[in-house]
C-alpha cells in the first residue's frame, strides 16, 4: 500500500511561515476585542444538531458534519459560533449581568462538496453582544471590526451595512404571503434587477411600493442612498430602518470609523434570521465577503432567554488570502536563531541556550554527535541555507558564531 | 485604476457582448484576431481585461473574484448555482429549456411514473421535477446529442435547450413541458460590485439604457 500522507479534501496543514502569520492575526484579532473589554468563551467544537437547527444556525442542514453518540442523538461538527455562543450565554449568563460581551476563536465546519477549491475546515474569530437592544450596540460591533481589520494590517476594506427593517416593512405594506416575500427576497438578495421586475409584474402593488421594491436592489453605496430610501415610502416602520442607520452613521462618526462604512439595503441574509442591521466586509482580492454579522434579537428567544444580540464573525483564512492577495506584509516572527553542539561543547551549548531563553529569545537546539568537523560542516550549510539567521556552533568552552 | 477583468463564454454569445459593448465605447481589438494564441486580452484605456472561457466555467471564475464581471448563458446559472449578483437580462440568444419526448411519453409526466430523464443539465431537471412537479425521475447525465436518448431508448424524456425546434422535429420529438425561458445575462461578482461600485453601475446603467433603446 502507498504511504497515506495526503489529507482529504477540504482540510489542510498550516506550517511554518504560514501558521507564524495566522497565529499573528489571531494574536491581534483577540488584542481588538480584549480592548473593547470582550471576555473570550470557548465552547465544544461539536455539539447537538438541535443548537444549529434551521432556524438558529446559517448553514443547511445537508451541509453539516453530522455523527452520532452512544445514545443515538445526532450530533455535528460546529458549522457556524453564533448559536454555540448563545446557547452558552443563556445557561451561563445572569439577568443581572447583562449586556454580556465574548468574543471567540475558534474553528468550524461545512461539508460543502460542491465548490471545489473552498475549505470544509475554517477558522473564524467573532464576537457577540448580548442583551443590549440599542444603537450603540451595533456601533460598537461596526467599530470593533473596523479596529481589529486595521489592527491586521488590512488598509482597503468596505464594511458593507443593511437594515432588514427596511425591506420588512415594505413587505408588510404590501401584506404579501411569506412564499412570496421569500421569492422576492431571493432576487432582491441576488441584485437581480429584471426578475424582480418581472415579479413585481405580477402583483397588484400600488405604484408607490412597486417602485420601492423595485430600487431596492440598487439601494447601495454612500450614506446618500438613504436619503434616496427615505424618498421611496413613508412607512414608519421603513422611515424608522432609516433612522436607525442614520444613527448608526453618526456613532460610527464617533468612533472615528465612518470611511470603512457603506450601505445596501437590499443585503437580507436568510429569511427571517436578522432582525436589524446586517452587514458584510469586503475587500480586494478574496473573492468573497471576509465575514459578516448583524442583530438577532430572536435567537436568544430560542434557548429560553430573551435578550437582545449582535455579533459578528470574520474568517481568518479569507482574510489571510486576501492579505496575501495585496501583498500585505504580516510580521511574523519565525525562530532565526540556531545552535549546533556535541558532546564537548554540551555544557556551554546548553548553558548559552538557558540564558537565551531568560532573556526571552528563541534558540533551536542540533544535537550533532561527533567531530568538530562535522558540527562546523552542518553550521554551514545551515548559514548558507538561512544567510540572514544567526547560527552558532559550540565543541568547546563557548558557542561560536558562524560566518561564510 | 485596477483592472476589471470580463469574463466571456466562447462562441456565439461572446462575439455579440462585443458587439453590444463596441455600441457602449467599449473596445478589444486583440481579440478580433482570429488567429491570436492570446489568453487574456487587455484595454490599456479603460482598465479592462477580457479572456474566453468555456460557459459553464464563467460563474466559476466570477463566483471567486478571478472575473469581476462575467457574460453567460441563463442556463449556464441555472445549472452551476453559483453566488452571483444576476444583474442584467441581455435580451439576445433567447431560447427556452425544455421537457421533450416522444408524444407517447406526455402520459408519463401526468401520472407520477418513476421515468428517466437525460439532460446535459442535471441539476436544472433535478430541481424541475422534485421541486416543481414533485415527481420522483432518475436522472442520466449526457455531454451531447441528448435527443438520441429517448430514440435509442436511453431514456422516456430530455430536458434540454429548444431554440427552434426543427432537430427535435427531425427526430420525432416534440416539446411536451417548457421549463424556463433563456437568454444571455450579465453577472457580477459579490464583492467587485461593492469595491467597484461606480464602474461597474455605470457599466450596467449604459448597457441597460442600450437594450431599452434597441428594444423600443
Known amino acids: 500500500m502507498k504511504d497515506l500522507l495526503h489529507t482529504p479534501e477540504g482540510v489542510r496543514d498550516i506550517y511554518s511561515r504560514e501558521y507564524a502569520e495566522k497565529r499573528e492575526i489571531e494574536r491581534r484579532m483577540e488584542s481588538a476585542f480584549t480592548r473593547f473589554g470582550y471576555e473570550g468563551l470557548q465552547t465544544p467544537s461539536f455539539e447537538f444538531f438541535d443548537i444549529f437547527n434551521q432556524e438558529r444556525g446559517s448553514v443547511a442542514s445537508r451541509d453539516m458534519f453530522k455523527f452520532f453518540d452512544r445514545e443515538g442523538n445526532t450530533l455535528v461538527l460546529r458549522p457556524d459560533m453564533t448559536p454555540s455562543i448563545a446557547r452558552s450565554a443563556a445557561k451561563y449568563v445572569r439577568e443581572e449581568d447583562l449586556p454580556a460581551k465574548f468574543c471567540y476563536i475558534g474553528n468550524t465546519f461545512v461539508n460543502n462538496s460542491r465548490y471545489q477549491g473552498r475549505l470544509k475546515e475554517i477558522t473564524q474569530a467573532g464576537a457577540e453582544l448580548i442583551g443590549d437592544g440599542s444603537c450603540d450596540a451595533d456601533a460598537e460591533i461596526l467599530a470593533m471590526v473596523v479596529e481589529a481589520l486595521v489592527g491586521c494590517g488590512l488598509k482597503e476594506f468596505q464594511v458593507d451595512v443593511g437594515q432588514v427593517e427596511f425591506f420588512n416593512g415594505l413587505v408588510e405594506a404590501a401584506g404579501l404571503s411569506p412564499e412570496t416575500e421569500e421569492e422576492l427576497r431571493k432576487r432582491v438578495e441576488a441584485k437581480n434587477f429584471f426578475s424582480v421586475e418581472d415579479f413585481l409584474n405580477e402583483q397588484n402593488l400600488s405604484e408607490e411600493l412597486t417602485n420601492a421594491f423595485l430600487a431596492l436592489p440598487h439601494l447601495f453605496g454612500n450614506i446618500d442612498i438613504l436619503s434616496e430610501a427615505e424618498a421611496l415610502t413613508d412607512h414608519p416602520r421603513c422611515r424608522a430602518a432609516i433612522r436607525r442607520l442614520r444613527d448608526l452613521y453618526e456613532l460610527c462618526r464617533l468612533y472615528g470609523v465612518e470611511n470603512y462604512i457603506s450601505f445596501d439595503l437590499g443585503m437580507l441574509g436568510k429569511y427571517q434570521y436578522y432582525t436589524g442591521i446586517i452587514f458584510r466586509v469586503f475587500t480586494y482580492g478574496s473573492g468573497e465577503a471576509l465575514g459578516g454579522g448583524g442583530r438577532y434579537d430572536k435567537l436568544m428567544q430560542q434557548f429560553g432567554r430573551k435578550a437582545p444580540a449582535v455579533g459578528f464573525a470574520i474568517s481568518i483564512d479569507q482574510l489571510m488570502l486576501a492579505q496575501s492577495r495585496q501583498h500585505l506584509f504580516v510580521y511574523a516572527p519565525l525562530c532565526r536563531e540556531f545552535l549546533y553542539y556535541n558532546e564537548t561543547g554540551r555544557k556551554a551549548a546548553l548553558a548559552f541556550s538557558r540564558e537565551m531563553r531568560a532573556q526571552n529569545l528563541a534558540l533551536r537546539l542540533f544535537f550533532e554527535p561527533g567531530s568538530e568537523e562535522t558540527l562546523i560542516e552542518r553550521a554551514k550549510a545551515k548559514k548558507r541555507q538561512n544567510p540572514e539567521a544567526d547560527v552558532f556552533y559550540c565543541s568547546g568552552e563557548k558557542p561560536e558564531r558562524m560566518t561564510l | ?216
Open chain 2, 1 to 216: 485604476m485596477r483592472y476589471l477583468t470580463i469574463a466571456l463564454a466562447k462562441g456565439r454569445l461572446a462575439k455579440q457582448t462585443m458587439e453590444m459593448l463596441e455600441k457602449i465605447g467599449i473596445f478589444c481589438e486583440e481579440m478580433k484576431d482570429e488567429k491570436t494564441r492570446k489568453l487574456i486580452f487587455t484595454n490599456e484605456e479603460l482598465k479592462l481585461r477580457f479572456f474566453l472561457a468555456k460557459a459553464t466555467d464563467v460563474p466559476t471564475y466570477v463566483e471567486y473574484g478571478a472575473a469581476d464581471i462575467g457574460f453567460v448563458g441563463k442556463d449556464t446559472i441555472l445549472e452551476e448555482g453559483r453566488n452571483l449578483y444576476e444583474v442584467l437580462d441581455l435580451g439576445f440568444g433567447k431560447c427556452r429549456m425544455c421537457v421533450c419526448g416522444p408524444e407517447s411519453a406526455r402520459e408519463k409526466l401526468q401520472n407520477h411514473e418513476l421515468i428517466r430523464v437525460a439532460s446535459k443539465y442535471p441539476a436544472i431537471a433535478r430541481d424541475y421535477f422534485y421541486n416543481v412537479k414533485h415527481q420522483t425521475v432518475e436522472i442520466i447525465k449526457l455531454n451531447g446529442s441528448v435527443e438520441l436518448a429517448p430514440i435509442v431508448g436511453l431514456s422516456e424524456v430530455i430536458v434540454d435547450i429548444v431554440e427552434t425546434g426543427s432537430t427535435l422535429r427531425e427526430n420525432g420529438l416534440v416539446v411536451l413541458e417548457e421549463v424556463c425561458p433563456l437568454s444571455a445575462r450579465m453577472v457580477v461578482n459579490q464583492v467587485s460590485m461593492k469595491m467597484e461600485n461606480e464602474r461597474i453601475r455605470r457599466l450596467i446603467e449604459q448597457m441597460r439604457e442600450l437594450i431599452r433603446k434597441e428594444n423600443a
